[in-house]
């Protein structure tokens, strides 16, 4: 097959202009085209009266004469190629009769965890994953109850339970990663495979949504224990035990000890207390950079207008979204992060007391509201800053800085989860917002209005509060209406990204502690559900070659696990 990329075709052409287009392309005859797929479809609004939809084919000739011939002529043609093999190659498969004294365990549900147990369990090796917080319709319901009741259970909640921090979010299905082994193709498979809709293969941009993402994550369970992998729920890892430098085993709250040789950390970003279990035992890992700030929520329509123009509510493009960047006269870059178009903000925290903002979408993205996170990057040496901390960077400093935020935003609410708020005018203005504009907050519990930017108890460091007062205006130019005055501002939005990262090396493990796989996001190595499943992937593959006695595949920086460790 010969795959063609970058064929366009008018935003509202007809379902049959299509393969015709297509011939004409090749400059064959319509009989020479057996037949063909769309393996992506985008599209390009930089015109907005002339939007164009961009596709990438996939396309079988009646002979592989006709093939070769096409492929011959147009060889020096950069948009056609041979179609690239995308289909899985497992590094290997335990034999049928294969007993395991101590089985692999995989730490966390959510994508990487997901991602990790899945490749395990089809290659025959039985995972065993312990996830501290409940099956994903009774965290359903606890999150509930915080998002109406006020009422937060520490264990199961946004950030912890099945399906991870990415069940309670817009489900986006992309990602920015070198995918030379086309992983994420694997992981698109198998959502299909779970239930999600075929679009997700060829639509540039998918996306899941909550709802769906609840059925689909227990279908992949279901899929694992089918191969004899275990889930078990409720199960909080209190320590590891290492002896000579390796790993041999876990304990759980109760008391119960778990022996095994390979443990895969797939924590996301939020287990705090197991960051600092595992800092005590002398896990390697330092301080990394991450992002702070609020949501900011907009009349969808505004958006879709902005970037679509008079082609905003075509139901092709749907509920459009934005990716905005603005380098601050104070050195620091302010950037949207998770957009979530026709979505709401969600409650997120995980710890009493303390406010965290995130951004969630169903698959219909038909909610009012466009939200996002405009987030300042912060970085290992500004947790000092403040009096917040004294002396070298900690590795756990970044939790410290992310919890004093946090609680400061929780003070500014009122209590009982409420979050502070702040029209959006009144914010570059500096006065206190009193009574809501047009943009009603999405957020629950609900949020109370206040000025984020007061002087001596403000939501945020002041250098983080004078770049998102620079930045508004800024994307104004790129947004018409972004910086309207009845837009909403609500904080704090602090788990960007993991603050800190348990490094590992080319084999995967841990520096210091041979058969410890640091995965995912909590680790310092993903961000979002592909990059996190594909990281997953990864680690499985390195847990199975070394249980297997088999060469591992080459990684995405093109070496191979064992070959060096990572600076």
Same mark, same amino acid.
């Given at each position: 097959m010969l795959r063609i990329t970058e064929l366009r075709l008018p935003l509202n052409h007809a379902e049959g202009d299509l393969r015709p287009a297509l011939v004409t392309r090749l400059g064959i005859k319509d009989e020479q085209l057996k037949r063909f797929n769309v393996?992506?479809?985008?599209? &390009?609004?930089?015109?907005?009266?002339?939007?164009?939809?961009?596709?990438?084919?996939?396309?079988?000739?009646?002979?592989?004469?006709?093939?070769?011939?096409?492929?011959?002529?147009?060889?020096?043609?950069?948009?056609?190629?041979?179609?690239? &093999?995308?289909?899985?190659?497992?590094?290997?498969?335990?034999?049928? &009769?294969?007993?395991?004294?101590?089985?692999?365990?995989?730490?966390?549900?959510?994508?990487?965890?997901?991602?990790?147990?899945?490749?395990?369990?089809?290659?025959?090796?039985?995972?065993?994953?312990?996830?501290?917080?409940?099956?994903?319709?009774?965290?359903?319901?606890?999150?509930?109850?915080?998002?109406?009741?006020?009422?937060?259970?520490?264990?199961?909640?946004?950030?912890?339970?099945?399906?991870?921090?990415?069940?309670?979010?817009?489900?986006?299905?992309?990602?920015?990663?070198?995918?030379?082994?086309?992983?994420?193709?694997?992981?698109?498979?198998?959502?299909?495979?779970?239930?999600?809709?075929?679009?997700?293969?060829?639509?540039?941009?998918?996306?899941?949504?909550?709802?769906?993402?609840?059925?689909?994550v227990e279908k992949i369970r279901a899929d694992i224990e089918a191969l004899g992998g275990e889930v078990r729920f409720q199960q909080h890892v209190t320590d590891v035990v290492i002896d000579q430098g390796s790993v041999r085993g876990v304990v759980l709250e109760g008391g119960q000890q778990i022996e095994a040789d390979h443990v895969v950390l797939a924590l996301g970003h939020s287990a705090r207390d197991t960051f600092t279990m595992l800092h005590e035992r002398g896990v390697y890992m330092?301080?990394?950079?991450?992002?702070?700030?609020?949501?900011?929520?907009?009349?969808?329509?505004?958006?879709d207008k902005a970037r679509f123009g008079p082609n905003a509510g075509n139901e092709i493009l749907g509920a459009a979204d934005y990716k905005l960047v603005h380098h601050a006269k104070n050195g620091r870059a302010d950037y949207s992060f998770c957009m979530c178009p026709g979505g709401t903000v969600v409650a997120a925290t995980s710890e009493p007391n303390r406010v965290v903002t995130n951004g969630m979408s169903q698959y219909s993205r038909n909610e009012r509201n466009a939200n996002a996170g405009i987030v300042v990057g912060v970085s290992p040496q500004d947790y000092r800053q403040d009096g917040l901390h004294d002396g070298p960077v900690n590795p756990l400093d970044g939790i410290a800085f992310q919890r004093f935020w946090e609680s400061r935003a929780f003070e500014l609410g009122e209590g009982r989860y409420m979050a502070p708020g702040q029209l959006v005018g009144d914010f570059i203005k500096g006065q206190r917002s009193k009574v809501l504009g047009n943009v009603m907050p999405s957020y629950k519990p609900g949020v109370t209005l206040t000025d984020l930017a007061q002087k001596g108890n403000g939501s945020l460091p002041d250098y983080a509060l004078a770049a998102i007062r620079e930045a508004l205006p800024a994307f104004d130019k790129q947004i018409k209406g972004f910086s309207m005055p009845d837009a909403m501002l609500t904080g704090v939005e602090t788990?960007?990204?993991?603050?800190?990262?348990?490094?590992?090396?080319?084999?995967?493990?841990?520096?210091?502690?041979?058969?410890?796989?640091?995965?995912?996001?909590?680790?310092?190595?993903?961000?979002g559900i592909?990059?996190?499943?594909?990281?997953?992937?990864?680690?499985?593959?390195?847990?199975?070659?070394?249980?297997?006695?088999?060469?591992?595949?080459?990684?995405?920086?093109?070496?191979?696990p064992g070959q060096a460790l990572m600076g």
């Open positions: 393996f992506k479809r985008s599209y &390009d609004a930089r015109k907005k009266t002339a939007i164009v939809l961009i596709y990438t084919l996939d396309c079988e000739f009646t002979s592989d004469a006709d093939e070769q011939a096409v492929a011959q002529r147009l060889a020096n043609d950069t948009h056609i190629r041979p179609t690239p &093999d995308t289909r899985y190659q497992f590094v290997g498969h335990a034999p049928a &009769d294969y007993q395991q004294e101590k089985r692999p365990i995989v730490i966390g549900f959510g994508p990487c965890g997901i991602f990790a147990a899945l490749i395990l369990a089809q290659m025959g090796l039985r995972p065993i994953v312990l996830e501290r917080g409940k099956e994903v319709r009774q965290r359903t319901k606890d999150t509930w109850g915080l998002w109406r009741q006020s009422e937060l259970n520490p264990e199961s909640n946004v950030q912890f339970g099945e399906g991870g921090a990415g069940t309670f979010s817009d489900g986006k299905l992309y990602s920015q990663i070198s995918d030379p082994r086309h992983l994420t193709r694997k992981v698109l498979t198998e959502f299909v495979k779970a239930g999600a809709p075929e679009e997700i293969l060829f639509v540039s941009k998918p996306h899941i949504g909550t709802f769906r993402l609840v059925s689909m330092e301080a990394k950079p991450f992002s702070i700030g609020y949501r900011v929520e907009h009349p969808q329509s505004i958006i788990r960007t990204s993991s603050p800190l990262r348990i490094t590992r090396g080319r084999d995967y493990q841990s520096l210091n502690v041979k058969g410890l796989y640091p995965a995912g996001e909590g680790a310092g190595y993903a961000g592909m990059s996190a499943g594909v990281d997953g992937i990864e680690v499985a593959e390195a847990v199975g070659a070394s249980i297997l006695g088999v060469e591992a595949p080459a990684t995405r920086n093109g070496a191979k």
